[in-house]
């Protein structure tokens, strides 16, 4: 068995995790995470050095816990989320890790957060894992992008977002709605209140034949109308959770109908939806039925790892460092920027 233990602080989620691995097939030792989001919400969005302040307050007593519990015993590896992410943040968990694994004498595996969203597909009870190649729609606070995963490490970009994230859409939407933050889970809760057909917002890029994304268009038509419907004094809650149900609606059918284009053009062994955004009810449950009526598998992570985690940091490290990819800890670096491929 090889034993990983993953630190992740590239946002406000301050995680550390532990998988063994044979093979294929990974088993989740510990999995921890704390949230900032509350420390954070005042602001209405994450404050990057507060964050990184937050990161060196929470990490610090995980790493004596898993220390205690005899976690740190027999490590093959440590692995770290490197990028992308806020880069003061980053690199509380980089500077950790370094330290960890200099002082273990053991190597330190850098790790792109969104390969980590895709692995977080891999912690499963039954063992059952996507087969290559995977189409992976990769849907978070910062990225919207389709890939196509050949094979460990081999990725290829289909195509990606013009200009917003779906998850950054639902943010900025949420704050038209006066919802505050974190903005995504609450324009869904409240979209379940509402009509889903009550309003017509547009799909953009629905025709363009590749496999790009837009969704500022979407916010901003939800923008004009909040304000038609504000001078008309028509925005009652019931009318503010038509808009919320309307806008997922067409985010949901957007990030589907490419997806079925994908699946349609490159014909993939699985499918793979990762990212913050997955935890989104209405984006499971219509890219399931998609995907079943297309026959191809579907898989998407546990609630728990679709936002952010350091157990799918400590998968896709696992694989990385059965390529070769440990190196030296002072041979590795934050990269705010660092890309899928
Ligand atoms: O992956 P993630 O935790 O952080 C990044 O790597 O960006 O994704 C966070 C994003 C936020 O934009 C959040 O609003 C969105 O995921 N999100 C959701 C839901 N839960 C989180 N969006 C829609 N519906 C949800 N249920
Ligand atoms: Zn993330």
């Not at 093959?76 to 004498?105: E, H, M, N, Q």
């Not at 290559?132 to 910062?142: E, K, R």
Request: hydrophobic share 50%; aromatic share 8%.
């Amino acid at each position: 068995m090889v034993k990983i233990l993953a630190i992740e602080t590239s946002c406000d989620e301050t995680a550390l995790a532990l998988v063994e691995g044979n093979g294929e097939r990974v088993i989740l030792r510990t999995s921890v995470v704390r949230s900032q989001v509350d420390i954070h919400a005042v602001y209405g969005g994450v404050v990057p050095d507060i964050a990184a302040r937050e990161h060196v307050e929470l990490l610090m007593p995980m790493l004596r816990q898993a220390k205690a519990e005899g976690l740190l015993d027999g490590l093959d590896a440590v692995a770290v989320t490197a990028g992308p992410g806020l880069a003061p943040a980053l690199r509380v968990g980089v500077g950790a890790a370094k330290g960890l694994a200099w002082s273990l004498g053991v190597p330190l595996v850098p790790v792109c957060h969104l390969e980590g969203h895709i692995y977080a597909s891999w912690i499963r009870d039954d063992g059952y894992v996507p087969a290559f190649p995977i189409l992976a729609l990769i849907v978070s606070g910062g990225h919207t992008e389709l890939v196509l995963m050949k094979g460990h490490g081999e990725f290829d970009r289909l195509g990606e977002t013009l200009d917003d994230a779906a998850g950054e859409a639902f943010d900025k939407v949420a704050k038209m709605l006066e919802l505050g933050y974190p903005g995504g889970p609450r324009v869904a809760a409240l979209a379940e209140q509402g009509r889903k057909d009550a309003f017509a917002f547009p799909r953009a890029m629905e025709k363009s034949g590749d496999f790009l994304f837009s969704f500022s268009g979407v916010k901003t038509s939800v923008l004009y109308e909040l304000r038609k419907l504000a001078d008309a004094q028509g925005l009652t809650d019931g009318v503010r959770a038509d808009i919320a149900a309307s806008f997922q609606e067409a985010v949901v059918d957007i990030l589907d109908k490419k997806t079925c284009a994908a699946i349609q053009r490159y014909r993939p062994a699985s499918v793979v939806l990762a990212g913050g955004v997955a935890a989104n009810v209405a984006l499971r449950e219509r890219l399931q039925e998609s995907c079943a009526k297309l026959a191809v598998p579907f898989f998407m992570p546990e609630f728990r790892f679709s936002m952010d985690n350091a157990a799918m940091i400590a998968v896709a490290g696992y694989f990385r460092f059965l390529q070769g990819a440990g190196r030296d800890p002072k041979d590795v670096f934050v990269d705010p920027n660092l890309d899928i491929v």
